[in-house]
């Protein structure tokens, strides 16, 4: 089992940046694939970005060219720069492995709100 600890959101303007960060409670090397996913009020929980161990990285099109997922093994951390916000990308953000549907997935953490609005 393992544990995470999402941060970094906030109200943006806009057009902001924001970085997000996912602390795991322990190493993610053995989980293959890391994804940050969102969810909006009345809406169903979203996958926007995904990377491997490899270093494959994909992306939602909703997010693609404004946000960057990647990951610090050492640190067992994953994060996502957002930049470029837009109204639309307001939500409660959470980490998780990826791959798998997501009503499969256990242990979520308390997300973090991202608020883009002026």
């Known amino acids: 089992q393992v544990q995470f600890v999402e941060s970094g959101g906030g109200l943006v303007q806009p057009g902001g940046s924001l970085r997000l960060s996912c602390a795991a409670s322990?190493?993610?090397?053995?989980?293959?694939?890391m994804g940050w996913y969102r969810q909006a009020p009345g809406k169903e929980r979203e996958l926007v970005a995904a990377?491997?161990?490899?270093?494959?990285?994909n992306y939602a099109a909703s997010v693609k060219g404004r946000f960057t997922i990647s990951r610090d093994s050492a640190r067992n951390t994953v994060y996502l720069d957002m930049n470029n916000l837009k109204p639309e990308d307001t939500a409660v953000y959470y980490c998780n492995s990826a791959g798998a549907p997501i009503t499969t997935l256990r242990d979520w953490g308390q997300g973090t709100q991202v608020t883009v609005s002026s």
């Open positions: 990377t491997t161990r490899g270093g494959i990285l």
């Open positions: 322990r190493s993610i090397l053995s989980i293959y694939n």
